[in-house]
């Protein structure tokens, strides 16, 4: 790690707390039974390592989405994300897309993004090429679905920052949006996760 990266890792509990008390912690559910107009399971990912990621074989298991970098203070929620990912992998799949769409955050490609989230992370959940998660020509297929309300059906919610958290549920349906601050370890995320 970076002189960055240890300070952003010892900021990071204080950020979270700091977020919680403000009460920057926004978190969107799905209002109602709402089926999309286009299939969650009609997307794919390409991951870093160029193989494509098909998603139809997420069916009945839970989909949490995050748009990462490696120099934000939030993460060290790559811990979490990992900690989480193993205690539920049975019934869960985690899917992360690095970024650079925030302050020019995530500067490394794919291979060292890998290797930064190996080593210092454990990461064993699937990682996604680097891409752009904001909403413009850029913007990668998964996010413009995860953002836009006239495919998924009710969210329109883009990312406020890096490590925001999208969750879909075992038949397709994107049911939260979590803000970066909320940490994958929270009572909220792991108790929708646990028991839907």
């Known amino acids: ?18 977020k919680k008390f403000t009460g920057k912690n926004k978190i969107l559910k799905l209002p ?14 390409t991951l870093n390592n160029g193989l494509e990621l ?23 929620q790559y811990s ?5 990912y193993e205690r539920h992998k049975e019934s869960l799949t985690i899917l992360a897309f690095p970024s650079n769409d925030f302050k020019e955050q ?13 080593r210092n992370f454990g990461i064993s959940f699937p990682l996604a090429k680097k891409t752009s998660v904001l909403k413009g020509t850029e913007q990668n297929k998964v996010f ?5 309300k006239d495919l998924n ?12 958290k999208y969750l879909i549920n075992e038949t397709g349906q994107l049911t939260h949006y979590f803000d970066p601050a909320v940490s994958p370890l ?11």
Do not use: H
């Open 186 to 196: 929270s009572e909220e995320v792991v108790r929708v996760v646990e028991n839907g």
């Open 80 to 84: 979490e994300l990992q900690e989480l």
């Open 54 to 76: 098909v998603f139809e074989k997420f069916k009945d298991k839970k989909v949490l989405i995050v748009n990462t970098a490696s120099n934000c203070g939030y993460t060290d």
């Open 1 to 18: 790690m970076t002189l960055r990266q240890k300070i952003l890792k010892r900021a990071y509990p204080l950020l979270v707390i700091y």
């Open 106 to 118: 995530e500067k490394a490609n794919d291979e060292e993004i890998a290797q930064f989230c190996q």
């Open 144 to 148: 413009e679905w995860l953002t836009n």
């Open 32 to 45: 109602k039974n709402i089926v999309p107009s286009f299939s969650f399971y009609n997307l794919s990912a």
């Open 153 to 164: 059906g009710w969210n329109k919610q883009e990312p406020t920052w890096n490590f925001a």
